[in-house]
């Protein structure tokens, strides 16, 4: 078997070569298609100017039948056939430019073999102009020559107005029509003929040279509009990809929504178990045989499962108020009970860190809210001020009613407080400050999330704010007016 040995140096320098022709590749295919591009512009240009061509040539031509018919003598009389004959000439190249034009307009025309096809009919048609001034051409009368000169220069004008974003069409009107006029010029006689044969090559420079100009300032033009439209198919672009992210972000989060609601029965229904066990051994319901370290085993499962069962349920609801599967039924209830309650679910807690809660709510509060909801706002907030007042701190619970008929709470600890930058970041699902206090407490930064989301139920709002220097933080609830107060 014969050994091929490549030697690692010239593969290196081979793909360098590959990579550089399909860089070079790929250049000139956007060179190319920038060429294109800008060439169909200046075509589209020309193109779009096709109809006043088709509709003025003949009218011009047949204009002139009235100087050089014989009415007006000075002008030169020319022979009605012959001016029969031009206006018939230009009758068909007016044809000739509506097919043109029709053909033109289709997209799958590629747009050089179109400005070949309009530069043939360019040099047809100015040389048929330039025929029929030879044929109208009276020598030595200065009147008809004269005529014939402006009727020349108004030609070249439009040229210079219709062909000049376009180099060589411009050049294939221009150049005939001039080149004939000057050659008549020349071999003409009579002082006409002489100043025409000097301000004829001075006037096409001059129209060459302002055609130029307005070249330029068109081009600018067509590089503006390139870049506007970039611009908007790139707009277009992120709109849709930001309209997909968004479509994909709004799926996942209902997969996500539909997962955790999905999970309740599977998650719910061993954890009962385990709390219903942990209850019966704690309590020691199958008799006192029960040892005192399995009792304490037993506190410590029904703890936990509950703890786990308070975070599986305050996820489950984040999941519904997100899903929009969360409803309230908003009704009068007694805020101050509601509070009660609340502050003796919790007392225990509070009572273990030798802490004081205090109730400041009026009896007759006009509070509507759903009462489920409002009972697991209220054991969040105390549950957070308990959490993160010190040992023998201080809880105060209020409730007033505004001058607007929105009944505001508040529950105030005597805690540290949390800096200003990071208290809207609190109302996230998951998130937590990290201070002194939370390292010990733990938690998973579900509470205020789901506060903020059973508020917005209630069409309500709830913030933060530090008390004045340092001495804690305050949790204030509003819950708007009933329907009715707001119609009073």
Not at 156 to 162: D, H, N, R, V
Not at 174 to 202: H, Y
Not at 272 to 291: C, D, K, R, Y
Request: charged share 20%; aromatic share 6%.
């Amino acid at each position: 078997m014969r050994r091929v040995i490549v030697d690692p140096k010239f593969n290196r320098t081979a793909a360098q070569r590959v990579q550089k022709d399909v860089t070079a590749s790929s250049a000139s295919r956007v060179d190319l298609f920038e060429h294109d591009r800008a060439l169909r512009a200046r075509v589209d240009i020309v193109v779009s100017t096709l109809p006043l061509t088709i509709v003025l040539n003949p009218i011009w031509a047949a204009l002139t039948i009235i100087p050089l018919g014989g009415d007006f003598p000075a002008f030169g009389v020319v022979e009605l056939t012959v001016l029969l004959g031009v206006v018939g000439m230009h009758a068909l190249n007016s044809a000739l430019a509506r097919v043109i034009y029709l053909w033109a307009r289709q997209e799958s025309r590629s747009p050089s073999k179109v400005l070949a096809v309009l530069t043939m009919l360019q040099v047809w048609i100015s040389v048929t102009w330039g025929a029929g001034v030879l044929a109208c051409w009276v020598e030595g009368n200065a009147v008809n020559n004269t005529f014939l000169a402006l009727l020349v220069i108004a030609m070249i004008w439009a040229l210079a107005l219709t062909r000049s974003v376009l180099r060589g069409l411009f050049a294939a009107g221009i150049v005939p029509l001039a080149a004939m006029f000057w050659l008549r010029a020349a071999l003409g006689s009579g002082e006409a003929a002489e100043v025409f044969l000097i301000f004829t090559p001075v006037f096409t420079a001059y129209a060459w040279f302002m055609g130029s100009s307005s070249r330029d300032r068109i081009n600018e033009l067509i590089r503006t509009r390139f870049a506007l439209e970039d611009m908007a198919r790139d707009l277009d672009a992120a709109r849709h990809h930001a309209e997909e992210k968004s479509a994909e972000a709004e799926a996942a989060s209902a997969s996500k929504s539909a997962f955790v609601a999905n999970m309740s029965h599977e998650l719910r229904t061993p954890l009962n178990s385990i709390l219903g066990f942990a209850e019966i051994i704690e309590g020691q319901t199958v008799g006192p045989q029960v040892s005192e370290q399995y009792r304490s085993y037993a506190t410590d499962i029904r703890e936990s499962g509950a703890h786990l069962l308070n975070l599986i349920n305050d996820m489950l609801d984040i999941a519904k108020i997100e899903a929009g599967r969360m409803e309230i039924d908003r009704q009068l209830v007694d805020a101050k009970a509601e509070v009660e309650t609340a502050v003796r679910l919790i007392q225990s807690r509070s009572e273990a860190k030798g802490q004081t809660i205090s109730v400041a709510v009026d009896e007759r509060l006009p509070l509507f809210a759903d009462e489920r909801a409002l009972k697991q706002i209220l054991l969040n907030l105390l549950s957070n001020a308990v959490k993160f007042s010190p040992e023998g701190g201080t809880i105060l619970v209020r409730g007033v009613c505004e001058i607007s008929g929105a009944v505001r709470l508040s529950v105030e600890d005597s805690g540290p407080g949390i800096p200003d930058a990071k208290l809207k970041q609190l109302f996230k699902p998951f998130s937590q400050v990290d201070n002194r206090y939370d390292r010990n407490t733990g938690g998973t930064g579900l509470g205020l999330s789901l506060v903020r989301g059973l508020i917005s139920l209630h069409a309500g709002r709830v913030w933060l704010e530090n008390k004045p220097e340092g001495t804690g933080l305050k949790a204030i609830l509003e819950f708007p007016p009933s329907r009715a107060d707001i119609a009073a």
